[in-house]
């Protein structure tokens, strides 16, 4: 496979409001046809970076390459970029399909190719029916189909979305989810969504970004994230994560109890430093057969069923919180456990990741 | 006479509502002036502009009436629409410029369409005002029999009695003012109904 093409760098942007920094120092490049995603808690400034490759808002510093050129002082009129508002912005006194259509009128096409792609996109979003409503006719969903038709009728090279599923409830959430990405196989524009939830971004994304106080933490795949967290923050914010704060040794974590927790110590962690060990819920094994390079003991203080699997809450020594351990709920029936019971838990080094506390 | 000030207030009424809900931070000092007209009683307000008018030496007539009608249904017109716009969804501002359009094209498809009902209620609303004021117009309207407003003409023949084409005039003033305000109300009650 040949190497993808970058269709647009971020290069050291930074933007100010007075005296808040909303975006510092970002640099991030994103490939042609990818399904990007900038995911950060509220306040991280991915609104104002996504804003910033629109046009409505110009950085205090750096480059935005499209292609190739800097487009970070073109007007957004100028840009073959466009934006997914948050609000979805439709215009109320105009139906489904001028909505739609208005963005081809502006380029000042044909009358006729104007039709066609209306007619063609609004078949791709199943808008056909509603064409001729407004939009305070239209559903929530609805509306988010209209707003992502407009702007995908433009065939923009880049498509940016501001937490386009925001405003939907969770199971129509998880349906647009595959739709969205659907759509953009569909279609072969690269797509930038913003998220402020890593479950959103893990399952849409091609590669994702994650910030923090307008600073970049990672940027990968989501898997390559879930795997291996750059810092204590993103093993946080990203999934479901198993904390024991200690000291670092050469060959892993003293936990305060003064259990040794055994993993790869970053080169960076001198030992006697604060550091913390960490282990995904699903990497533990309930009364582990064999060799184990960590095992503890606990007390069922909960436990929970999620379908498939098996959640507990297991208070342990080796940490202030419990700790959440997921099991499929073939091996809960092989050895059935309920609150209260004691429990013996192993898993191995490997599985184990180190941070600076 | 009354068109004339309606038209001219209307368009820099709206324009100055744009101009100030986009500029909301340098707001209070600005809101203060704005609101004035409607707030001095019309015999200063008629003075003022009296005195105005003389100090640069203004022949007055109609268009001194005019300029004195714009001023207070400036502040009428303005009002209406910035109610209006309080609700006004900006981002849709935005979304046409990322569709391509340039500002003006953004303001005649979207932003006007959308706050239209709300500029022709701040219409009817000013020229209701401006049919029937009397005060400014008579101070502002100089010695010529030329320019008179109705309510003027009503005021000179009274002197002479009431006679059957008072009541007539008086009547059309009514039916006017009255037809206005209905419909300017009735427009501006589907803006808070939206
Ligand atoms: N127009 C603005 N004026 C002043 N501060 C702003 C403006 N827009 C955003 N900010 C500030 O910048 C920071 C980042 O905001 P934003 O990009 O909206 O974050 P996010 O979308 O990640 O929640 C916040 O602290 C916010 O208060
Ligand atoms: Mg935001």
């Known amino acids: 496979m040949s190497e993808p093409r970058t269709l647009l760098a971020i290069d050291h942007v930074s933007k100010k409001f007075g005296q808040v920094t909303a975006v510092d120092g970002i640099s991030l490049d994103i490939r042609e046809n990818e399904f990007f995603a900038l995911l950060g808690p509220s306040g991280c400034g991915k609104t104002t970076l996504l804003r910033m490759l629109a046009g409505f808002e110009t950085p205090n510093d750096g480059r935005i390459l499209l292609d190739g050129h800097d487009i970070a002082r073109t007007p957004p009129n100028k840009r073959p970029v466009n934006l997914m508002f948050q609000s979805y912005a439709l215009f109320p006194h105009m139906s489904v399909r001028a909505n739609v259509s208005y963005g081809l009128e502006m380029e000042r096409l044909p009358a006729a190719e104007i039709r066609s792609r209306v007619d ?7 808008l056909v029916p509603f064409a001729d409503r407004k939009p305070e006719q239209l559903s929530g969903g609805q509306k988010q189909r209209v707003a992502l038709a407009r702007a995908l009728v433009k065939r923009p090279r880049l498509l940016l979305l501001d937490e386009p599923l925001g405003a939907l409830d969770k199971k129509l959430r998880g349906a647009m989810q595959l739709e969205l990405k659907r759509l953009q196989h569909e279609v072969g524009i690269t797509f930038v969504i913003v998220t402020h939830d890593q479950e959103e971004s893990l399952v849409m994304a091609d590669r994702m970004a994650v910030l923090k106080d307008g600073k970049l933490l990672q940027c990968d795949t989501p898997h390559a994230i879930y795997e291996h967290p750059a810092d204590r923050f993103v093993a946080d914010f990203i999934g479901v994560m198993n904390f024991v704060p200690g000291k670092a040794s050469s060959d892993g974590v003293v936990a305060v109890n003064g259990a040794r927790i055994a993993g ?16 995904r819920p699903e990497r533990i094994r309930l009364f582990p057969s064999g060799e184990t390079a960590n095992r503890t003991t606990g007390t069922v203080e909960a436990l929970a069923y999620h379908g498939l699997d098996l959640q507990l809450h297991v208070r342990t020594p080796l940490s202030p919180k419990p700790f959440l351990v997921r099991v499929t709920a073939d091996a809960a029936d092989r050895r059935p456990v309920a609150s209260g019971d004691q429990v013996e838990l192993g898993w191995d080094a ?8 | 006479m009354a068109v004339v000030s309606t038209a001219i207030a209307t368009l820099l009424g709206t324009l100055l509502a744009i101009g100030v809900e986009m500029r909301r931070q340098y707001g209070m000092g600005l809101e203060a002036l704005i609101f ?19 100090m640069l030496n203004l022949t007055m007539g109609l268009h001194t ?17 910035r109610a209006r716009l309080k ?23 979207v932003t006007l369409p959308v706050i239209a009902p709300a500029v022709i209620a701040g219409a009817l609303l ?26 003027m003409q009503i005021y000179a023949m009274i002197r002479f009695g009431i006679t059957p084409e008072i009541n007539a005039l008086a009547t059309i003033v009514m039916a006017v003012s009255i037809t206005a305000l209905t ?9 808070i109904g939206q």
Do not use: Y
Request: hydrophobic share 60%; net charge negative.
């Open chain 1, 120 to 126: 063609a996109i609004l078949a791709t979003t199943e």
């Open chain 1, 264 to 279: 790869k110590v970053p080169a960076a962690l001198s030992p006697g430093a604060p550091a913390v060990a960490s282990v």
């Open chain 1, 350 to 357: 490997a599985d184990v990741r180190i941070f600076e506390e």
């Open chain 2, 36 to 54: 004035a007209p409607m707030i001095i009683p019309d015999i200063v307000l008629a003075i003022a502009l009296l005195s105005f008018f003389s």
């Open chain 2, 65 to 81: 009436i005019i300029l004195a009608h714009v001023v207070f249904n400036l502040a009428f017109v303005c009002s209406v629409v």
């Open chain 2, 87 to 109: 609700s006004f969804d900006w981002s849709i501002v935005e979304a046409s410029a990322d569709l391509g359009a340039s500002a003006l094209t953004t303001f005649r498809r």
């Open chain 2, 126 to 151: 000013a020229f209701t005002l401006s049919v029937d004021e009397f005060i400014i117009a008579f101070f502002t309207a100089g010695a010529g029999r030329a320019s008179t407003t109705l309510p």
């Open chain 2, 183 to 191: 419909l300017s109300q009735r427009l501006n009650r589907g803006i």
